[in-house]
């Protein structure tokens, strides 16, 4: 970007392209891309992260085993706290969502790296696997009273049908929410901090500026990151809840 | 591919050919972590933990055990302390005793042998005293003779006698 700082070309979106590695123009769905490379990453980042980081099986953890632990114990009572005490039986599977995306997002941080997080394609796929099992799940468990969910018995009769009119509308727009949430904090965030780099280039000496932008947008897209994986782990508990308590 | 995307309202997030590709990975890298995760670093975590917690609380239950313990030896230490002190004091009370038996023999013996000195020593000074008593009656008695004679009388000495007696009794009364 900075051979072209004269033109004032600044191709933000650019770090977002899906690329083939091993040559090649066409990305078809078996294509060895930038997607695979960051995703095997991502895998092999957690790993190291809870399969070596708790090798030791220490009595009294060692700091990498405390970091294991300190995760572990984290999301472990974030389910326990919100879905319940039923919804441990989901813990792994909830540990690996929030893994994948903790370390997605914080991985795409690293200078030309690629963040999986920021394509609707993967959210959208995370968003709606919780989606399909949490429906799944609430249907298999209650059978046809889990319809209750939508029919609120707390409400004046007259207003049951508006109410659950809207909350089934509330119910369907979840998935979208809960992944254009994620890849569009990932996306914004990635592309502002481009931006203000592509300032740096053009501007020369008084690209100083642009760079103390950049590192504060940094520090702040650390914090979005840990937060979006949060707010996505969290609200997958609380659909959890839902398919398992739908009775509020 | 970087123009394709520039057309496509320079967002490569829509472009929708990428979808497949992307899909296959996420769900393939998905598995894998899930698997990774379920079989391996999660239930080695969660034993550890539950390990950690059952050696805490067996350790505070040892620990409590512990001072059950404490507690019962400081009793019998101070148990023993005080039996140590009563015998103590009992030695040094015998000890006393006997001491006092042994003074009082050899008080006993030093008053009777005092008592024995002090009988003699009166018996010796009215033997004394007895003599000097007979001396002075002889006296007394010569010397009246000897008046007597000097003032020409013939003194029967039988008067002479009863008569010195009787003021040698008289004096010494």
New interface residues.
Partial sequence: MAEESGGFAI?P??Q????PLLGG???????I?N??LW??L??IA??LV??VG?RG???V?TRS?SI??VL??FVYKMVEDVAGHDGVKY???I??LF??ILFSNLLGLLPWSFT?T?????TA??AA?VFITVTVLGFVLHGASFLKLFWITSAPLALRPILALIEVISYFVRPLSHSIRL?GNM?AGHAVVKVFAGFAGALGLFGVLPILAVTAVYGLELLVSVIQAYVFTILTCVYLRDALHPHH | ??AE??SAA??????F??????????????V???L???R???P??????A??TG?IANDIAAAETFKLQAAEAEAAYHKALDDARAAAAKVVEEARAEIQKDLDVAIAKADSEIAARSAESERRIAEIRESANEAVTAVAKEATKDILAAFGVKADARSVTATVNARLKESAA
């Avoid at chain 2, 320079?10 to 472009?15: A, D």
């Avoid at chain 2, 080695?44 to 933990?49: A, F, N, P, Q």
């Fill in positions: 191709h979106m650019d977002f392209i899906v690329r123009d066409t990305v078809g769905m078996f294509t891309t997607v695979t995703m095997t991502t895998v957690v790993s809870l399969v708790s099986r220490a009595l953890p085993q294991a632990e572990y114990s813990f792994p599977y540990m690996t893994m994948f999986t920021s394509h609707i394609a993967v796929v995370l696997a890849a996306m | 591919m970087a995307a520039n320079g967002m490569p997030q829509l472009e050919a990428t979808f497949p590709n992307q899909v296959l990975w996420l769900v393939l890298a998905l894998v972590l899930y990774i995760l379920s391996i670093a999660l080695r975590i969660g034993s550890v933990l390990e950690r050696t």
